[in-house]
């Protein structure tokens, strides 16, 4: 009984060539590779570029040009301007810190919800279409009432990130929880376990990869959320959002688009940040984990 | 239906572990899929259960593991809980080869230092204490069938189930696990019974086969093989054993005939 059958075997992603090679391959990844892909997209952004200089140099009049100030202007104001950096930095950390909060806490209401849901068919029927429900009403709508109940400060703002990322958790964790293969199931139905053991043991684990999915979308839907709150709620803390309608009003143009371009790279390394955990978590054993975005 | 939890002596001969006694099954939709199926299963005896697709073989198993209840007849099957080998291995993926092997000792809180020996043991039995640490994508299809095997084996059971677990693999491998089965059958002597659409595989494992006839699925013929174990791949160029496949499928064939008669 040895490793010799392996090569009987249709699998080209199966690693253990030799009986000798009984570690676990580590990944590769080679520079040049990294550097391939790299590239389309930073030529993407050169266009871009190119395309924004023309806008400003060749579309507008100088008088008009502080509706698009030339890309190093930005960056001038934005990374080296001391003043605007750090109120941009400060504004951006207090929406990253309502974002977080918002995010653990529609995390955790949505596991918790979907697994209820997962366990008991009635409690699916009658919570489901509530979820639904908050998908479908614009939370835009809603916002001016959280503030009216809950006041106009970090509260509120975490609400509405909560809001706004929740549909994603509870879907996709359900989702997981409800797509475990049934050869699986039956490895557990033999052993009549029972159901925490179960959950515990085959549904949650299985559930992971589905679980990140949600947190994928849900970390970028709150951002939005801490900026969309800081649009309506005026009090406490001045958020990333607030400064860039600040900047707005004082026709602060460069101010402006720097501003915009941090909120982005917030949103960005949201998504990337849960990514990473993911890979890190189910990459091991996970197909989606093992491709990269 | 009567449902005995322990196995109860039968004269003479040494106690039967699984005895199924007239167990029908009936489906809700009136299908009848098992009618007057009798089955007794010794410690030491592999019983393979023969037949085309569709005869209820499957379903016989899954009455015996619990996965599904007979509607009719008495099942009498042992206190502890069978192993069951899938047809298809049905590892857990974020399980490494130690972590899918152990799983069943960790549900039922064995201590840490017997869940070693055990499952050192089990990965001995099937050859792979060397990819003990790899994940099932890792692995080959058929050392993922021999860590599936390694997990029905760990909980040492007396009695072990397997429902077609070589049906997915390729001929060569195929015939290469089952002269591993054999061995591992003649090493622990518990009592299987084995499902499989195959004649020389019936016929290579088993101490006794049944043949089954389909829509009802009731037994056609019941055919002792006397070879001992632990038997290897010259067996299949024997000529008795050619003679007991011809045996095996000329009683197959009546059974199929049947049921294509019925069609008409």
Redesign the interface.
Known sequence: ???L??K????P????VA?AA????AKRRRPTRLLLDALPPLAVAGVVVAGWYAATYLLLTPQRRFLLPPPHAVVQKGLFDAQARGEIFHAVLSTARVAAFGLVIASLLGITLAIAMSQARWVQRSLYPWAILLQTVPILAIVPLIGFWWGFDFRSRVLVCVLISLFPMITNTLFGLQSV?S??H??F?????SRV?RLV??EL??A?PSIFTGLRISAGLSVIGAIVGDFFFRQGDPGIGRLIDNYRAQLASEQLFAAIFASSLLGLLAFLLVGAIGNRT?G???DSGRRRP | MTFVETGQGVAAAPAAILSLQQVAKTWPDGTHALEEVDLDLRKGELVTLVGPSGCGKSTVLRIVAGLDAATGGQVVVPEQLPGFVFQQPNLLPWRSVVGNVELFLQLDKAPADARREAVDDALELVGLERFRDHLPHQLSGGMQMRAALARALVTRPELLLFDEPFAAVDELLRERLQEELSRLFAARRFAGLFITHSVAEAVFLSTRVMVMTPQPGTIEEVIDVPFPHPRVAELRFDSDFVDLCHRVSRSMRRAGSDLEVENR
């Open positions: 009984m040895t490793a059958d392996v009987n075997e249709a699998r992603r199966t690693v253990p009986p009984a570690k676990p391959p293969p050869g699986l039956d490895v139905s033999i052993r009549r376990v053991s043991h085959l684990p299985a992971l189910v091991r054993w996970h």
